[in-house]
């Protein structure tokens, strides 16, 4: 899966990262490595949440490894 880190600065100095796809996941740190381990660490916790608010409103039917690839 591809998605866009979109990084600004801050009035702090800190940067600010935020995937463009998935707006709820957002990070700061003072270098562009840490923000992209920051973000991918923000992007586990957020799919982590959907994904348990998502099976205990329903009946598990499967679960299955699924790999998108946009055209």
Same mark, same amino acid.
């Given at each position: 899966m591809k998605l866009t880190l979109v990084i600004t600065k801050g009035e702090d100095g800190f940067l600010i990262g935020q995937l463009k796809e998935i707006p709820e996941v957002i990070s700061q740190a003072?270098?562009?490595?840490?923000? =992209?381990?920051?973000? =991918?660490?923000?992007?586990?916790?957020?799919?982590?949440?959907?994904?348990s608010e998502q099976i205990s409103s329903h009946e598990l039917v499967a679960e299955e490894e699924f790999q998108y690839e946009q055209e």
């Open positions: 003072t270098d562009q490595n840490e923000l =992209k381990a920051n973000i =991918k660490d923000a992007l586990s916790l957020y799919l982590e949440d959907v994904r």
